[in-house]
């Protein structure tokens, strides 16, 4: 079973928050402390008890020292406590002195480097940089947290001057010595006589200000409109400060339903996926991974392929000419044919294809597609890739050839294999590898990648060493992938996550033998059954550590999406976070869960966290094994678990919503409420409505009508495609929800009882 904690994240200290909007980037100010309440009583006040908790603080006494609030006893913000603070609060509460004596109304009330206050310095950039730069960009971050944090707007200098008080930030030349052990993104921050020095290459700088303005200034992005920020007396960055970054994955990207604000958003939780659309720039550090295709290619180069390409007349332009040639190609439908891979003329045609998508993308003269000029030596060094990779489906060729390699060919009577089995998965791998080869000499050092749906072990074939296997799809959602839980084939009935730990295993030694690259692409998005939330929150810490620890995956695909309501942006944000972190304790993994709770919540987020262990508990227990783009809701939960625990849970969020104090918390919390009771009410329809009472039928009628209202008031959208199942025009309270909603709640029987 799946692990569980509840200890609280000690750097949450609850208190009020306030929001205020800049721009499209909304701030929540959290209060955390109140000057003076040294004993963070729930009053907010200082009082006599506050002044006797600092006396026994500075006694030594163990109470004091485990329970005081240093930021709120640090009277005169020296960044200590000690007995001025006692002499200052005795003036407070003698009405000597006001809190406005001692607050400035910022969330940092005196921000240090090495000792030195911040208005004394300036961020240094190389000499004529602008912001076409990334270690620009980065200096107008600092610039821009540090004025919302502090009140103070350090200047940002780029004439060459090194004042003696200065954050610098090194743009380090990648060919260097120091540029080749930091790579594309890895960073070092130090603080040396006061100076704080920043180094990266191509994002490096960037990542450095934002952990700096995470680990400090107490800022989170914990969304693309919003973001918090935690009250502070004092921060200093102190003398002697050292550290060293290099990214454990390299590549990260988790699609997301909020991306309005890629940079307040996409960019502080270090992602880098060419998936992000725009933003591909010097400005912002370029991107790695895919370029073109993202995934699912070959139809596309087919078509390119079979194209005629129409002259150079001076009537077209060279994007138009391409257009044009796509065109006139023949289509291949992506869901229902893959290529054959055992015939030169239909991987020549592939090839052109592909050739033909990369020379485009390089004519249509943006940054991050030069992959001959601007950006030949990211392409060098492996930061870019491109798709050659299978269609959606499995559809795989079967002609006698490809069927041969795939399955082998026995000697029945000796029982040896006359040709070696590589299964579907070796078949196209090689495929694979021999565009991998051929790019070389059109882009040396372009990477290709791609899908592998099939996940059996070739005998004799291994992926190129500039291949990347792209490694689709788990067996199951239920339990996580190292578990050794799962207990069926689920709904698929392919394989489960047992088969799926042990392939990935074996793909893992294969890459890391030749020196090829393995990603994965990892489902843990509800996809269509938008009033029930696919219950992985946990699944995501276990999955992604056992992913980087055990199997060799250097690289991470969420497949994010969804709507925003149900837990979809609580997976999302935890997937951010393991793929920065996949090596992180899960005491980490709960502590940042709780955060973003907290952040998303409001006060009552530790009955949001009990609500969650209680969801995934109940999809713990439904009895099988589900897969997430392909189960409903019924195959994902156990009706006889959450029947039981409904009012309790139920009651878990009312809690929570009476603790919010904030519109946008009571709004998120509601609408939780309402899809609960989809479920609730749908696992509870026997107890509560067909052999229920008088008194048990009326409640069911009221939560049902109030569900229902709500789903049309707040326009929640029931499934991916409203023509298939919509919100019914009116309530048929003999029906139960889920078959009234969703016609069936389960497509298979007696999967929850």
């Known amino acids: 079973m799946k692990k569980t904690v509840s200890a609280v994240l000690a750097l949450l200290i609850l208190a009020g928050t306030l929001t205020v909007g800049i721009g499209a980037q909304r701030f929540v100010y959290d209060e955390t402390f109140t000057i003076g309440n040294a004993d963070a009583s729930a009053d907010g006040k200082a009082n006599g008890q506050d002044a006797y908790m600092i006396k026994s603080y500075l006694a030594g006494k163990t109470y004091a020292l485990d329970n005081i609030c240093l930021d709120a ?20 509460l003698a009405g000597k002195m006001e809190v406005s004596d001692f607050e400035n109304g910022r969330q940092i009330y005196r921000l240090t480097v090495g000792k030195n206050d ?48 200065a954050i610098v930030i090194h743009d380090v ?17 130090e603080v040396t006589d006061g100076v704080l020095n920043i180094y990266g290459t191509y994002r490096g700088n960037m990542y450095a200000v934002y952990e700096i303005l995470e680990n400090y200034l107490g800022f989170r992005f914990y969304d693309d409109e919003y973001t918090f920020s935690y009250k502070h007396r004092t921060v200093d960055i102190p003398e002697g400060t050292s550290v060293e970054v290099q990214p454990k994955l390299k590549f990260r990207y988790c699609g997301q339903n909020v991306t309005r604000g ?19 720039e010097e400005r912002y550090g370029y991107k790695y991974g895919p370029h073109g295709p993202n995934a699912h290619s070959y139809s596309y180069y087919w078509q390119y392929g079979t194209g005629t390409m129409p002259p150079d007349d001076g009537t077209m332009t060279l994007e138009q000419r391409y257009q044009a040639k796509f065109d006139s190609g023949e289509v291949k439908n992506e869901y229902n044919w893959q290529p054959c891979a055992s015939n030169d003329t239909v991987y020549n045609t592939l090839f052109t294809g592909m050739l ?26 492996g930061q870019k890739s491109v798709s050659f990779s299978l269609n959606d489906n499995e559809k795989y060729c079967t002609c006698r050839f490809c069927n041969l390699k795939a399955n082998g060919k026995l000697n029945s009577k000796t029982g040896e294999w006359i040709t070696p089995p590589e299964g579907f998965s070796g078949l196209y791998v090689d495929l694979a590898n021999r565009a991998a080869r051929d790019i070389q000499q059109y882009y040396p050092g372009m990477r290709v990648h791609t899908i592998l749906y099939n996940h059996d072990i070739p005998t004799t074939v291994k992926p190129d060493k500039n291949l990347i296997v792209f490694y689709c ?36 030694a294969l890459c890391k033998e030749t020196g090829a690259e393995m990603w994965y692409w990892y489902y843990g998005v509800t996809y269509a059954y938008y009033l029930v939330s696919l219950p992985c929150v946990f699944n995501i810490y276990y999955d992604y550590k056992f992913m980087y620890e055990e199997c060799n995956v250097r690289g991470i695909y969420y497949e994010g999406g969804g709507r925003t309501y149900n837990f979809e942006t609580v997976k999302a944000y935890m997937s951010t976070k393991m793929e920065w972190e996949p090596d992180m304790s899960y005491e980490q993994y709960i502590a940042y869960l709780k955060e973003y709770l907290y952040m998303y919540y409001g006060d009552g987020y530790e009955k949001i966290f009990e609500f969650i262990e209680m969801e995934n508990t109940a999809g713990d227990l439904c009895g099988t094994c589900f897969v997430s783009n392909f189960d409903r809701p019924g195959d994902m939960f156990s009706y006889a678990y959450i029947d039981e625990h409904y009012e309790y849970m139920r009651q878990l969020l009312c809690d929570a919503l009476e603790a919010a104090d904030r519109d946008e918390y009571r709004q998120r919390i509601r609408i939780l409420l309402i899809c609960f009771d989809f479920l609730g009410l749908s696992s509870s329809y026997d107890r509560m409505y067909t052999d229920g009472d008088e008194a048990s039928r009326a409640l069911y ?36 929800p889920m078959t009234q909603i969703y016609e069936f709640g389960s497509r298979r029987a007696g999967v929850t009882p």
Request: hydrophobic residues 30%.
């Open 73 to 92: 006893a640090d009277m005169n913000a020296d960044g200590a406590v000690n007995a001025t603070d006692a002499y200052y609060l005795k003036c407070l």
């Open 118 to 165: 911040i208005s004394q310095y300036s961020v240094v950039v190389p000499k004529g940089y602008t912001e076409k730069k990334n270690a620009y960009y980065a200096a107008q971050q600092l610039q821009r947290y540090i004025r919302i944090a502090t009140g103070y707007e350090p200047p940002i200098l780029n004439d060459g001057t090194l004042p003696e008080k």
């Open 173 to 189: 030349e990648r060919s260097t010595e120091l540029g080749q052990r930091l790579g594309t993104e890895g960073y070092i921050y």
């Open 262 to 280: 890629n940079t307040n958003y996409y960019f502080p939780a270090r992602q880098n996926g060419t998936q992000i659309n725009g933003y591909a």
């Open 356 to 381: 033909d998508n990369l020379r485009r993308l390089e004519n249509w003269g943006m940054d991050c597609y030069a992959f001959t000029t601007r950006e030949k030596h990211l392409v060098e060094e």
């Open 473 to 508: 799809g788990q067996g199951c959602n239920n339990h996580f992938i190292n578990s050794g839980e799962c207990t069926n084939l689920g709904q698929l009935g392919k394989e489960n996550n047992i088969k799926t730990a042990a392939s990935l295993k074996a793909w893992g």
């Open 701 to 736: 009628e009221q939560r049902y009508t109030d569900m229902y209202n709500g789903i049309k008031n707040y326009g929640l959208q029931v499934f991916s495609d409203p023509s298939t199942y919509s919100l019914p025009n009116e309530i048929d309270f003999t029906v139960n």
